[in-house]
């Protein structure tokens, strides 16, 4: 079902929208937790450790493709808003052939370069060999990855959340049902891990696309084969680029928080693997409103109404408040539970490494809200600096901190780095967001201008 978010009451018309977001990245979730869960109890701790320490580097080099893909949509969701029909299919024809160009790319250059990666990032060598298998069968099959997420942005763009939702349902279904058969029955190890969930993506994607073709008209565009059209790649590109190397850049802090946590051994590793997957979980409901907005602002910002706009935004506001607090009451209220899912021998020395980082990331767990809500409104009304140099400030944080503090304060120190980074980056994206609406305010006929779609 197409939704225009340019009509209808803004904080129903947001929530609506979220919903099936928040499902479907539960469900994402789901690949990787069921990946981690079947690991854990079925292979042992030493494989869960490898699985995770893979997790920063997935991270970097899937970032960039998927912020990438999600960035090119941005034009997409801006013709919508503006009901520039033929601008909509020349958008998203484009958006294909991009994909299709980076897929290849990508997939060539991360093959060849991870195990150096693996090597730099200090991984601890009773796990390497697993982990470099893990993460070449996932770069392997990085374009079911660009597939299934350039076929989710695209039908989000149009006002569609609910369709990418229900085929990855099924393909989580399916996910499960390969981790076993590969692990359990063929035993694969975790490269069958791996290869369960290449294989859910692309089925995911596949009946995304056909789905779409039967009952979306602006899937239609031909074969994406055509001779391209470089100067509608490169507007496209102006967008997607900095958005995906804005994922990239925080992800590098990642491999830097997770170099920092492999010094600690596979104990340390374990712990933090454990509990980012229950932190992950967690903040699905912030990064799902984040999402949301990315298209809420692109659609506004298309049809030219600012207005709409800003209320829309603290609305927002309100609602990544009061998901950071559900966040924070889960855990609580759930203690150890989430944790021990992961594990299939408990020690005291790992859970007290893992509710150590999950104690010092919930507290602050508003500011990480604050990111996913000021950075993919910027995003949606094309602004691609100052989300960049968030995702800096993100990395600058998080290498001082981890570099620093862990000498001091050992593995409180690495569980620091984060929320430092949050406080950094949450700032600067909202100051820059309230200057923007300040702009707005000054100048009301801004408000009734219709943007450049």
Known sequence: MVR??????????????????????????????????????????????????????????????NGTTTGLTIITAKRFGAGNHAGIKRSIFNCFQVAIAMAVVMTVISLLGIRPLMRLL???????????????????????????????????????????????????????????????????????????????????????LLYGLRHNEYLHVGSPFKKPRFREWLEHLQVGIPMGLQFSVTAIGSMVLQRAFNLFGTPGVAAYTAASKVDNLLTQPMMA??????????????????????????????????????????????????????????????????????????????????????????????????PMLGGVSELVARTVVSMVLPGMLGYLGVCLASPIAWIAAGCLTGIRYLYIESRWRKDPGIMNSPANA
């Open 4 to 65: 225009n978010l340019t009509t209808g009451k803004p904080g129903k018309q947001i929530l609506l929208f979220s919903l099936p977001i928040l499902l479907g990245n539960l469900f994402q979730q789901l690949y990787s937790m069921v990946d981690t869960i079947i690991v854990g109890q079925f292979l042992g701790n030493e494989s869960l450790a490898a699985v995770g320490t893979t997790g920063a580097v997935t991270f970097f080099i899937l970032g960039f493709v």
């Open 122 to 208: 200090k991984t601890p060598d009773d796990i390497f060999e697993e982990a470099v298998t893990y993460i070449t069968v996932i770069c392997g099959g990085m374009g079911a990855t660009i597939f299934y997420n350039l076929m989710a942005a695209t039908m989000r763009a149009l006002g569609d959340s609910r369709t990418p939702l229900i085929f990855l349902i099924l393909s989580s279904v399916l996910n499960v049902i390969l981790d076993l058969l590969f692990i359990a029955v063929f035993h694969t190890g975790v490269a069958g891990a791996a290869l369960a969930t290449v294989i859910s993506q692309v089925i995911a994607g596949a009946l995304c």
């Open 289 to 386: 409103l984040g999402t949301t907005m990315a298209t809420y602002a692109g659609q506004n910002r298309g049809a030219g109404n600012y207005k709409r706009l800003m209320k829309g935004v603290h609305i927002a506001f309100l609602f990544s408040l009061a998901a950071a607090g559900l966040a924070m009451l889960i855990k609580v209220v759930t203690g150890d539970a989430f944790i021990l899912m992961f594990l299939d021998e408990k020690t005291d020395l790992i859970m007290d490494y893992a509710n150590t980082y999950m104690l010092w990331t919930l507290v602050f767990y508003p500011f990480l809200a604050f990111i996913f809500l000021f950075r993919n409104t910027l995003q949606g009304l094309g602004e691609t600096l100052f």
